[in-house]
């Protein structure tokens, strides 16, 4: 359902933040409702109950990395490579609620999970009380400009390219754990897994911050495309737990660059105006469409054909991404 939700919800928030230019007011008007929704979900004792809940809870909370994404993008917009510096903060925090959570949880009991979220979530927006908002120097734009921009093909394109490799990455995401239990892995193995994989994307923001590199973004997709190739291929074909632990080092590669380039290129082709509407449009396509498509997909794929047609599937997609971004890069080159 938050996925679902994503793909509903995503560009209509980015979109009243850019009709009523403002994306901070919005943002804690989602943080204070996520946060007193957040202690009424758990009180649902039916399947149900909690479904419906959920869903209300996610109309809210899940927009919000796009639009903590869109101060970052109104932050850097004058050096698009300092992406990489501020966006590693939210992987940090994963990283810390990888290495903490459990042991809070152990100490505070699994029935107190609820209210260690809302203290997050209400701690959040203590923080975000003194951030700056987007600033804005154009009129608000109307419905109709709205509907144009969606339908825009280099945009349109683009988004469809990005969310064929955004699924593989999702559907990593959600069964690796799985993977890992099926081969053998203990849990230790598995939360040493994520424990690695995040390192490794706080790492690789923090180097692409320093590097400063001024890169093709769309040119530098491609080869994006084919490290994803090279991972899932290997994911394919390996079952040594140990060495699987020393590949899941590529996923903070592969995250990292993936959504440093994509946010580059965005800056480029979306107008100031939809700041904030191009942010929703990217994570409504790439963990809205993909997400379901990766976590239905990939759930009746490792269900009934197994790990290796899961992973090698990636690898088809990672390859259409691959002659997807290329095309581009050649339409691009005509001016189209």
Known sequence: MGAVVNTLTQS??????????????????????????????????????????LTVFFTFYRPLPSLIDTLIVNAVKDNPSQYGSYRMFGSLGFLVSVFCSGFVLNSLGVNNGPYLVTALIALTFLCALPVGDAKYICTPPSFQKFMALAKKPQIFNFLIVATLLGTTQVANDNFISIHLQNLGGSIRETGLAWAIGVSSEVLAFIVLSRLRMNLDSLVFLRYIACLYGLRWLLMAFISNIKVILVIQVMHGICFALFISMVMQHLLKIVPDEFRATGQGLFYMSVFGVGGIMGMT?????LDHFGAKSFYLTCLFFSIFALVGFSRQVKAEAKGI
């Open 12 to 53: 209509l928030w980015g979109y009243f933040c850019d009709k009523l230019q403002t994306v901070k007011k919005i943002m804690l008007m989602q943080l204070f409702i996520s946060a007193v929704l957040s202690l009424l979900i758990f009180r649902f004792h039916s399947f149900l109950g909690l479904l419906i809940a």
């Open 297 to 301: 997909g990939g759930g009746l794929l």
